[in-house]
């Protein structure tokens, strides 16, 4: 915690009830997996809230994606509305990436928002990039 052993004597241990209190399970368990799994973990609140902060911008642009019912895809809308599962599996892949197998689903979700949002990314598509979130949440079980 703060870059110091979290310990009893030293008073700076939090219980996952003080957690709980302040979080939701998701936010933690997102917390949790979003570093590298062989590092120590520096927990501060202020790590998971900017954790935490990634995980509603995903949200929010899912939620988004969800939404679009119009618009005609453009061949660049098809590439990454197709390609969920592949760029996550590469990430994953490389040592359990999941810090940039996260952070590029996010990029690709984030750019699928704004074609969505300019009429470039038709509802078949958008069906399809839910689709793939859907079986990459399998691993995450975060996103929805």
Request: positive net charge; glycine residues 4%; without cysteine.
């Amino acid at each position: 915690m703060n870059g110091k052993k979290m310990s009893k004597s030293t008073g700076n241990v939090i219980y996952p009830e003080g957690l709980t209190a302040k979080n939701n399970n998701e936010q933690i368990r997102f917390f949790l997996i979003y570093g590298a799994y062989r590092k120590k973990m520096n927990f501060t609140w202020q790590n998971l809230a900017r954790s935490s902060k990634k995980l509603s911008n995903i949200k929010n642009d899912i939620n988004e994606l969800q939404k679009n019912n119009a618009g005609h895809s453009t061949p660049q809308a098809k590439t990454l509305a197709h390609n969920f599962k592949v760029y996550f599996q590469k990430n994953m892949d490389n040592d359990l990436d999941v810090k940039s197998a996260f952070d590029t689903l996010h990029r690709t979700t984030a750019t699928l928002r704004v074609l969505s949002q300019k009429g470039k990314l038709g509802p078949d598509d958008a069906k399809a990039a839910i689709t793939d979130l859907r079986v990459v949440d399998r691993v995450l079980q975060v996103l929805f």
